[in-house]
């Protein structure tokens, strides 16, 4: 179980082997990126980093995000496997995705990440 000081609730990550990945689907949205993660990631993928950029980056002002693939009326990451239901870059994902579900968002706004995440314990 783990905890997060400042946040209402734990998280136990056993919930996310029966989850499907609800956390890496449904709406559309950013998921944020920095250059050092890229670099990571591209590496991981045996890419060069122009290559990865191209391919899985899009600009959003000053900052970067992984890109999206629409699947019927939801949104998943590009590297969400949908056959296994899980994360395809996991052990290098990015840090907003390694910090999920402890989001500032969150803090006081418990209802909201109860019905994203199976794995919340209050």
Do not use: H
């Not at 734990?10 to 944020?32: L, R, V």
């Not at 590009?78 to 402890?102: A, N, S, W």
């Amino acid at each position: 179980m783990q905890t997060v000081k400042g946040f209402k609730f734990s998280f136990d990550s056993t919930a996310c082997f029966k989850c499907e990945g609800q956390c890496c689907t449904g709406e559309s949205g950013y998921i944020w990126i920095n250059i050092d993660e890229m670099k990571k990631v591209a590496l991981s993928l045996e890419l060069g980093f122009d290559e990865f950029t191209s391919t899985y980056i899009k600009k959003v002002g000053y900052k970067y995000s992984l890109v999206e693939k629409q699947n019927d009326d939801s949104f998943e990451c590009i590297f969400f496997d949908r056959e296994l239901k899980r994360c395809g870059i996991y052990d290098v994902r990015p840090m907003q995705c390694r910090t999920f579900p402890f989001w500032d968002s969150f803090k006081q706004n418990i209802d909201e990440v109860v019905k994203e995440c199976p794995g919340i314990v209050i």
